[in-house]
């Protein structure tokens, strides 16, 4: 569809494979498609060499922000692996069965998905929801391992077995970002100059992706820069960088890059020169991480003393802004045009940052006073859900029987499905009643009714407990 002279197409959701288009505003948007790197072997932005058809950048950069963190191509599309079984992703996509990391399947748990609201201090009236989800993953079906335990790669990264940071401050026009995506990747031209594509009326210029699903799609990582907002079209505007794009009627405060070289006149940023990987966003990539290098303190009680670069999460990629032609010139949808915009949330805003730290510290009071959202979550699914199947039945009384007594120092997702349903690293009388309250039909339902042998004087807690059952835990 074209609006106002601004061309998009519909995201890979569910919505989209309804034919719906990704609204922006008054515009149309595209949700990310493949990361299109404008880089040949051998050639770029017109340095001689002759063009190669093997993709490139298709491995992590040497310079890891969270390669192992981002799905690989298939049934899952991109987002990033946050730490404590919490997947990012932008939220107009569609969530698989199993995450596909590079360290094998992880299944999502039903009934995770939590939609992040939108802040109600930019000046402007937003929706309520955003396009930014969380939802939660088990751990490997066949170690029982949770991805940081299971891939060294992650364990090695940037954040290692920690949770993913997030910027603290609007990075300014001309910050070099990282983004990665698992769509489709660069096809070369050879016949043309420097391998790349040009429209028929030559107004246009950029590079070919491959077209359709798997196995055309690829993962892959490029860069580019933080531009001002001026390079988007007909988007509300906060400020100098950051704009509202609206995505199937979810807002969502965001940033941009565009895709650039010094090639041909007429699509220069204005901002710096095109990176060494200029890349831009195509479908597939919703939902992938922007990485940006952050100038922080060594001593975090000594703000102002050494400083040194870390990796930070900037955002997610959500849609694209196509440059459109002069005299009626057009291109195919899977070119990617220099000029072309890519958009992406800036997760500087504190509404946004507060509520997804929230979650993942399972702190769930908290992301309810911030986002005035009351997730239906306790710990890594619904209360009683031992087994993280998405349901609350016989078999989530099979697992806790099986898990009573265990005994370990914290909580977390292995404790879980054992029955530590408080997350305290015990299973015991407190998880009990959590477990009695989540039933459908507990009548009758006693430590003595399923074979466990209570430890003295549970009996008596057990009453004490039982008016507290209905509040929810933190």
């Not at 192992?68 to 692996?81: E, L, T």
């Not at 199993?98 to 094998?104: A, D, K």
Request: hydrophobic share 35%; charged share 15%; glycine share 12%.
């Amino acid at each position: 569809m074209r609006v106002l002279g601004v061309t998009f197409r519909s995201s890979i959701s569910a919505a989209a494979s309804c034919g719906l288009a990704v609204a922006i505003a008054a515009a149309l948007a595209t949700s990310s498609e493949a990361v299109v790197v404008n880089y040949i072997l051998g050639v770029h932005d017109g340095q001689p060499g002759p063009p190669q058809t093997t993709p490139v950048n298709i491995t992590a950069p040497a310079d890891d922000p969270g390669w192992y963190r981002v799905p690989n191509p298939g049934d899952s599309n991109a987002g990033i692996y946050m730490g404590n079984q919490w997947m990012l992703s932008a939220r107009h996509v569609s969530v698989p069965d199993f995450v596909t990391l590079p360290s094998g399947d992880y299944p999502f748990i039903p009934g995770s998905l939590i939609t992040l609201s939108n802040p109600t201090n930019t000046g402007r009236t937003l929706s309520t929801d955003s396009d930014l989800m969380l939802y939660r993953i088990g751990v490997h079906p066949e170690t029982g391992l949770a991805p940081e335990d299971q891939d060294v790669n992650i364990a090695n990264d940037p954040f290692g077995d920690g949770l993913v940071q997030l910027i603290d401050s609007v990075p300014s026009a001309g910050t070099d970002v990282t983004m990665i995506g698992n769509g489709a990747a660069r096809v070369v031209q050879p016949s043309q100059t420097n391998g790349h594509w040009h429209s028929p009326l030559g107004t246009l210029h950029g590079v070919d992706a491959q077209g359709g699903q798997d196995p055309a799609r690829e993962k892959t990582w490029g860069t580019n820069e933080v531009s001002p907002a001026t390079v988007t079209t007909g988007l509300p505007r906060l400020d100098g960088l950051r704009f509202i794009t609206d995505i199937n009627g979810r807002e969502v405060v965001s940033l941009a890059t565009q895709f650039n070289t010094t090639e041909y006149s007429g699509v220069a940023r204005g901002v710096g020169t095109p990176t060494l990987y200029e890349a831009h966003a195509k479908g597939g990539d919703s939902g992938g991480p922007v990485f940006v290098k952050e100038t922080v303190p060594v001593d975090p009680l000594n703000p102002s003393g050494a400083t040194t670069e870390e990796w930070r999460l900037a955002g997610v990629l959500h849609a694209t802004q196509n440059k459109s032609g002069t005299n009626g010139d057009s291109r195919p949808p899977r070119v990617a045009v220099f000029g072309d915009v890519t958009i992406f949330t800036d997760l500087s805003n504190t509404h946004y940052s507060g509520q997804i730290e929230a979650l993942l510290a399972n702190d769930y009071d908290l992301f309810e006073s911030i986002s005035g959202v009351t997730p239906n979550l306790n710990g890594y699914s619904m209360a009683g859900d031992i087994n993280l199947d998405g349901a609350i039945n016989n078999q989530d009384v099979d697992a806790f029987v099986a898990g009573w007594g265990l005994s370990q120092a914290e909580g977390d997702v292995y404790s879980w499905t054992q029955g530590d349903l408080n997350l305290d690293g015990k299973t015991d009388a407190f998880d009990f009643v959590l477990l009695r309250e989540a039933l459908p039909n507990s009548a009758g339902f006693t430590l003595a009714s399923i074979g466990v042998v209570p430890e003295p004087g549970t009996a008596a807690m057990l009453f004490l407990l039982a008016p507290l059952a209905s509040r929810r835990r933190r």
